[in-house]
């Protein structure tokens, strides 16, 4: 997954490089800082000694020593001050910064903190909000492994109007199944089965009477299309789109690797994140959206608080795929993509 939200300790991640929230002097401190001097050993701090400093939001690079990571990247986020002084731009320039760092080097992977998160008072939400902008803007143009560290869940917090409006719209949308008996269950599914079944093939079982030269070629339409696979199907909506591969597999938060895989097997299987991702780059709606689930064997649930947030983006026009992950991730459910 070219971004993911992770929660540990950006000392034991290993990657190519992990980003430090440091200060001007690049001389260490506490924080994050303090946990990736101390993990590296003092040779970091004498490599550290001879860059003379660093300005805020530009970066610099250095070995990663006793570190997992091979490289630490330094950057100096800034200071909150009530949000009028230009912090937004200075983060956003951190991460940009240090992105292009790793791109002259070649890496491959990089592993981010909360700039400025901590002791530079950068409101938490805020912070992410530019950190995911930023990181989901380069990887729209590059190939890059990128994980946001977020170190404690409960410092994680979605912007207060988005958190209370999913919540709002779970609490319309979602079934809780264990209340329910075996008997209701039962019949709860024979629903589902019946719904399915009366919109897979509207056209073929409730032809329009006026059309008929219509309705056959609309039959021979849904005969090609119900014996196309995923993988197939997931091509020509690409071509339909105007969209070119890459664009489509970095707008679902989807490796190169993945993609060429059922790119080249048309019998691919995949799971329903990944399908799911495509339906948010390829901006399906909801039931185009259904019907893409359909070809590889999934269903919208309303037993599924992953689906309901996911289907709560749909319904908003809101295709983002890093900030749905950032949704999800703060819902505790799994995040789209590989
Ligand atoms: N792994 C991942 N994230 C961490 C870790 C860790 N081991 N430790 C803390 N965080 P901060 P800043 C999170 O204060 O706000 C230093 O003294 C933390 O929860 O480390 O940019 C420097 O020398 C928070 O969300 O960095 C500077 O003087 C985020 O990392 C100053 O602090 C950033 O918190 C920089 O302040």
Known sequence: MPLEIIRNDITQVHVDAIVNAANESLLGGGGVDGAIHRAAGPELLAECRTLGGCKVGAAKITKGYRLPAKYVIHTVGPVWRGGKSNEEQLLADCYRNSLALAREHDLESIAFPLISSGAFGYPKDKALKVAIAEIGDFLLQHELTVYLVVFDRASFTLSEKLFSSITEYIDDNYIDLHPIDDRNRRELVCMQEAAFYEKSMPQASMPAPEAPLKRKRKLADV????????????????????????????????????????????????????????????????????????????????????????????????????????????????????
């Open 223 to 338: 005969m090609k299309q119900l014996e196309e696979t995923f993988s197939q199907v997931l091509l020509r909506l690409i071509d339909e789109k105007g969209m070119s591969d890459a664009e489509t597999y970095k707008k679902a938060n989807i490796d190169r690797k993945l993609f060429s895989k059922i790119r080249n097997d048309i019998y691919y299987k995949p799971s329903k994140p990944t399908v799911l991702a495509f339906a948010i780059a390829l901006r399906l709606n909801l039931d185009e959206t259904r019907d893409l689930l359909r070809k590889a064997g999934f269903a919208l649930s309303r037993s599924s608080k992953f689906d309901i947030i996911v289907q709560y983006f749909i319904e908003e026009g809101n295709y983002n795929i890093f900030e749905i992950n950032e949704a999800l991730f703060a819902f505790d459910q799994s995040l789209l993509g590989n």
